[in-house]
Nanobody, 121 residues
Framework: QMRLEESGGGLVQAGGSLRLSCAASGRTFDNLGMAWFRQAPGKEREFVGGIMWSGGTSYTDAVKGRFTISRDSAANTVYLQMNNLKPEDTAVYYC???????????????WGQGTQVTVSS
C-alpha cells in the first residue's frame, strides 16, 4: 500500500512562487507515473501535470511555462514548482500515482490528502 503526503501549500500573492512536495511511503514510485491534480471550489478535479518513471513530463496548457514537475527517487518525493502564480491557480492540489500518466483521474489508485494553494490578486 502506497501512502502519499503533500506539503508546501499556502497563501501567496499573484506573481509569486510556491513549491509543493509529495512524499511517497509504503513502496517505491520508481516504476510509476506521478501526477498533480487540482480542485477549485465548485469545480471538477483537473489534471495539472505528471512525470513518468523515465522522467518524461506533460502539463495542461494553463500551466505550461510556469509549473515544473520533478522527482527525487532517492527521497521518494515528487515536486511541483509553481512560478508566476495567478489567482485562477487557487485550488487544493493533490498528488496521485498510477502505472502511466493519464489526464483522467480515474486511473489513479493512490492519492494524497491535498494541500491548499491560495493566490491573492
Amino acid at each position: 500500500q502506497m501512502r502519499l503526503e503533500e506539503s508546501g501549500g499556502g497563501l501567496v500573492q499573484a506573481g509569486g512562487s510556491l513549491r509543493l512536495s509529495c512524499a511517497a511511503s509504503g513502496r517505491t514510485f520508481d516504476n510509476l507515473g506521478m501526477a498533480w491534480f487540482r480542485q477549485a471550489p465548485g469545480k471538477e478535479r483537473e489534471f495539472v501535470g505528471g512525470i513518468m518513471w523515465s522522467g518524461g513530463t506533460s502539463y495542461t496548457d494553463a500551466v505550461k511555462g510556469r509549473f515544473t514537475i520533478s522527482r527525487d527517487s532517492a527521497a521518494n518525493t515528487v515536486y511541483l514548482q509553481m512560478n508566476n502564480l495567478k489567482p485562477e491557480d487557487t485550488a487544493v492540489y493533490y498528488c496521485a500515482a498510477a502505472p502511466l500518466i493519464d489526464r483522467g483521474k480515474d486511473v489513479y489508485r493512490y492519492w494524497g490528502q491535498g494541500t491548499q494553494v491560495t493566490v491573492s490578486s
